[in-house]
């Protein structure tokens, strides 16, 4: 992991700003509607962002395959939005957005990451959404 994406809490340039959210998507291209997934992921975090008083700030998408999310120009985007204070919440669709099932420990990384720097990670999948914090 490089300098940048290591950054620690006293290393961030400012508090994160309260009410503000970046919406991630990282979602598996559907053989008959290719679009579909990534299409729900967005209508679902906007809803979400609305529902809950967020501004979402962004809207940053990732091609889906990449199990390693600091290798994934968007999420690094996240991490700087985070690092920058400019996003208090990561709103995802579902944990699988950030790292597949079978990376969970990657996933569980990032989340610990965003939490240090003051973000919190909210999902807006109804089932997931209706549990409260992502981590």
């Not at 340039?13 to 979602?27: I, K, Q």
């Not at 559907?30 to 299409?39: E, I, K, M, N, Q």
Request: proline share 6%.
């Amino acid at each position: 992991m490089s300098r940048a994406e290591s950054t620690t809490p006293a290393e961030r340039t400012a508090r994160p700003d309260t009410g503000a959210a970046v919406l991630y998507v990282c979602a598996e291209r559907g053989r008959l509607v290719p679009t579909l997934a990534a299409d729900r992921a967005q209508s679902e975090g906007r809803a979400y962002a609305t529902a809950h008083g967020l501004r979402l700030v962004d809207v940053i998408t990732d091609p889906y395959g990449e199990a390693e999310p600091v290798r994934r120009a968007g999420w690094r985007l996240v991490r700087a939005l985070a690092r920058a204070g400019t996003v208090d919440t990561v709103i995802v669709r579902w944990p699988a957005a950030i790292a597949p099932d079978g990376a969970a420990e990657r996933r569980h990384r990032e989340i610990t990451w965003l939490q240090s720097h003051g973000v919190r990670v909210r999902y807006s999948w109804a089932p997931l959404a209706a549990g409260g914090d992502g981590g």
